[in-house]
């Protein structure tokens, strides 16, 4: 220890007892006067701030007061892919009130206040309380109380603003919907930031009062459309009024602006083809109908251009005051789940739809050749039970190929298909079908996406409970055969199977935004920020001989006298190939429940050039030919120009 | 037999801590209870909308910290001051290592000051201001006969100098001031010749001026900007309202603004709308006079002040040089802080960010705090065992 620098070993003098000595004793005093001088400095200087110049100093802390405020960025637009705005902005008034500002208040006078304030925006009083006490832990965030409020009632407000400490008065934009209703679901809506998204989101720019995107493409690309809100001070007095300009420290930034694949025209279309169909169906005495799902794509490289959903709503109920009864409206059964994007979301059995899935499966694992005769009959027998399945047709008896048996939809002629399959150890159809896209998500960038149900033997086992159920039976496989039974897949990837049908086996990325841009400004071009080129379609593996055959058998299905939607595409000046599908589900409707068919129709066109691929689903629409088939027939007129009219057509009755 | 042989061994000690305990200085203890729990009611009134529906956040860590705390002071008032005198190489080489290790932290809010231990965060610059005091006390207590030497003096700089440079490093300027005085009490007790004094005090402001102005304008920046302009600013407040004083004249409205009784805690404005930064920690003083007016500050200052004159008083009382001067720089760090931060609301001091004892939210002031309450128990108990023996 001794050799410790900064530490020489203590003296060797023992240290006699203790005594203060007169010189310590001194500098004991020093200390203690120094220290009884330092507090009598601080007493008097506080004397001196708060007894003597007290007043003076209340007054400022009431009269200039700095008060930061945060100014939300203009939200970006949203455009269909030819710069047709869909969604855009509209300028608005905002009343808040800033709770620090009510809590130096008399009880009685903030209630008067409150009360009056209520009466001249028209909003509820009961409601007013309820945000601000929903807000109560955070005073220094102003509280809205209503977003569009009328040029006389603001008029009102500021010349009266004495009358109302707290209250504040600013722009806001508002969010437009050009077109009404056209792609609600899609395009989603904006609300104010809950305080569960704020908890996530803090870090990542969020504040509390912020509007954010919460469903569709509002809330896939909010990040890019949100912009970057300005802050800064002003100086305000102690009844809340504004006594100075507005210092900025950092001005608002607007946000990009989304540019979709969508065509705002064909989106139009096909809503409009969609409502004609529920239409049909209704006349053809499908009281159930009351919705569907159209999608329109480009098969070669997944660009969306029309992705509607019926039933709809109007999203600018989410403007302005928002009126809890249009919501609970739209949240009734009665309505239909009009906010429920049917296209990515809605699980239908796709019926006859799905036979193509396996007849290509059949043939690229060897079990069924395209030229091999079955024959086709009103029904057959399988099973241990000997349990009969019938064909659509009970009358048919005849000999078929694969093509054939694709345009007619025979059905007993992919019951023996699946029951090869159901002998085979490592179920080809269910395998080719998840290749296909089915039972995943397909990866658009708006979601939330359905999975859908592939079942298959392991499935079974693990879904259900006694032994029976687990036990996976030829009867299984003859539904899924025809895309029944307990197979679920959304109308996008049964566009994406017809896409993949049409461009000759590679499987597309459905995609919706094209590109993000800063708009243009005064002496600016609108400049592209980033763009989104898609990934290369992929090739998934499949002969080209068994995807030849089955687009013959689909363009047969559209064009031979015994195609089940001849009547409705034959005369189509474009050559146009599919398929209809009649799909049972078990469905609830109110008090009714029991099986309605799902119309569906998927295909494309050109035939040989295919330029757009278009599926339909009419909920509890009846066959295929009938409602889907005229329905997405629409969709293809708009898109080739092709004026009603100016052709044949008709719908037909079929499976 | 066997029996005896117990109580012999277990008598004297038990025997001991009741000595302990009715020599204890109860004034101060009193006076440090009472201030705990004002320190307590403040930070309830001033942190409830901190943290959005918890209002009780800041509270209740604040107690967790004073539980630690008040264990700390126990221990300490205990044991035998004459302890420190032997550990007193390691005790500095543990604070120095801590306030190394700092550098190898991440830095919070640009500054290096904390440790993360798991649970708690821990300031070693707080401990270091309680291992310096005990560290230079069993130093000059060692040459208290050479103690009109220069080199005494000189080496009793170097030993401050080195834990105070790094300290300053982080940067925590007014921590670093709180070592600059404790340097200057003991040796001030410790009998340092006037004449060193005042050469120490011609250093500091020669050092002053060297960094401000002579360094700077030969192209070397020893303070940061913004120290430099805190220090500016305390000089001429009005210079700049909405930049680097900003601060300054936020506070002093505050302090003023709550006039004789105080606007209460609803009322108080430049609390509750964060015109006061820092309200929790450095600013407290400022919110505790807007809410509680004059009569509220005057108060603490009160406690305050009894817990100086019976610190003052344990010095003339301690039992050996070396207890005395460990008891002379606990109550000048303790009146340094307290006028430091309280000057600095009032405009009478810079800002530099020093906790206001016993008040400020904060577990490793807290907590240092106590340990030199403990200490000042210690000596107090010490001398008056020795003054019984007598």
Known sequence: ?655 | MAVRVEQRQVAPLGAEATRIVRHLDFALLAAVAGLIAYGLWVLSAVSRNDVPGDPDYFVFRQSVNIAIGVVVLAGVALLDPEVYRRIRVPLYAVSLVALAAIFVADPVRGTRRWIDIGFFRFQPSELGKVVLILVLAAFLADRARRIDDWSTTFTAVGLAAAPAVLVFLEPDFGTAMVYAAILVAVLFIAGARWLHLATLAAGTVVTLVSMLWLLPSAGIQVLRPYQVERLIGFWNPDSDPSGATYNISQSITAVGSGGLDGRGVAGATQTNMNYLPEHSTDFIFSSLAEQRGFLGAALLLLLYAIVVWRGVRTIAVAPSLFTATIAAGCVVAFVFQVFVNIGMTVGMAPITGIPLPFVSYGGSSMIATLAMIGLLQAVHVRGRLAAERR
Request: aromatic fraction near 8%; glycine fraction near 10%.
């Open chain 1, 1 to 655: 220890m001794s050799n410790v620098p900064g530490f020489l070993p203590p003296d060797p003098q023992v240290e006699g007892p203790y005594r203060v000595t007169p010189q310590t004793a001194i500098r004991i005093a020093v200390l203690g006067v120094l220290a009884i001088a330092l507090f009598a400095a601080l007493f008097f200087r506080l004397w001196a701030l708060q007894v003597i110049s007290g007043e003076r100093y209340l007054q400022t802390a009431q009269n200039n007061q700095v008060r930061t405020f945060r100014v939300p960025a203009p939200r970006g637009a949203i455009s269909d892919r030819n710069g047709v705005p869909l969604v855009s902005n509209r300028p608005g008034t905002l009343v808040q009130i800033w709770p620090a500002a009510l809590e130096g208040m008399a009880p009685a006078r903030r209630a008067a206040m409150i009360e009056r304030l209520a009466k001249i925006v028209s909003v509820p009083v009961a409601d007013v309380r309820k945000q601000l006490k929903l807000h109560r832990d955070d005073p220094l965030t102003p509280v809205t109380i209503r977003e569009a409020v009328r040029d006389d009632k603001v008029r009102y407000l500021l010349e009266h603003q004495a009358q109302f400490p707290g209250v504040e008065i600013s722009e806001v934009e508002l969010r437009r919907y050009e077109h009404g209703t056209l792609a609600a679901q899609l395009l989603g809506y904006v609300s104010e930031i809950s305080a569960d998204q704020l908890g996530r989101l803090q870090d990542k720019g969020y504040s509390a009062g912020d509007r954010i995107g919460q469903v569709g493409i509002e809330s896939a690309y909010d990040r890019y459309l949100r912009g970057v809100a300005g802050v800064g001070e002003v100086n305000v007095d102690a009844m809340g009024r504004v006594t100075s300009e507005r210092q900025y420290s950092r001005f608002p930034e607007p946000g990009y602006s989304v540019r979709l694949t969508l065509d705002a025209n064909l989106q139009t279309a096909a809503e409009n083809a969609l409502r004609y169909g529920v239409a049909l169906a209704q006349d053809n005495g499908e009281w159930a109908a009351d919705g569907g799902a159209i999608i329109a794509m480009n098969p070669n490289d997944g660009e969306v251009l029309a992705l509607a959903s019926a039933p709809t709503f109007d999203p600018s109920v989410y403007v302005g005051r928002v009126r809890p009864q249009a919501l609970t409206r739209l949240a009734a059964p009665e309505a239909n789940y009009p906010t429920l994007n049917r296209a990515v979301a809605g699980l239908y059995p796709p019926g006859s739809t799905f036979k193509p899935v396996t007849a290509l499966a059949a043939v690229q694992e060897g079990f069924l050749s395209p030229s091999e005769v079955i024959q086709c009959t009103g029904s057959i027998k399988a099973g241990e039970d000997q349990q009969v399945f019938r064909n659509w047709d009970p009358n048919k008896n005849e000999p078929m190929t694969l093509t054939t048996a694709l345009a007619n939809s025979c059905d007993t002629y992919f019951y023996d298909v699946a029951l090869r399959a159901y002998e085979r150890p490592d179920s080809p159809i269910q395998k080719w079908a998840r290749r296909m896209g089915f039972g995943q998500e397909t990866g658009i960038d708006v979601g939330p996406e359905g999975e859908g149900l592939v079942p298959t033997p392991a499935w079974r086992k693990r879904h259900f409970e006694s032994a029976w159920d687990q036990q996976w039976r030829p009867g299984d496989s003859i539904q899924l055969g025809i895309g029944q039974g307990d197979m679920l897949a959304t109308p996008l990837q049964m566009t994406s199977l017809y896409a993949l049908i049409a461009n000759g086996g590679k499987l597309v990325q459905p995609r919706i935004v094209q590109q993000i841009e800063q708009p243009a400004t005064e002496g600016d071009a609108a400049v592209v920020v980033r763009a989104f080129p898609g990934t290369k379609p992929e090739d998934i593996g499949l002969d080209q001989s068994a995807i030849t055959t089955v687009q013959e058998g689909l363009y047969d299905a559209t064009h031979a006298p015994y195609g089940t939607s001849t009547s409705v595409f034959s005369h189509f000046p474009v050559p146009i190939a599919g398929k209809t599908g009649t799909a049972e589900k078990f469905v609830t409707i109110g008090k009714w429940s029991g099986l309605r068919d799902q119309s569906w129709w998927c295909g494309w066109g050109p035939y040989a050039d295919p330029e757009l691929v278009v599926c339909a689903v009419i909920e509890n629409g009846g066959h295929g030919g009938e409602a889907a088939a005229p329905a997405a027939l629409k969709v293809f007129e708009q898109f080739f120009g092709v004026k009603p009219g100016s052709y044949v057509s008709g719908a037909v009755e079929s499976d």
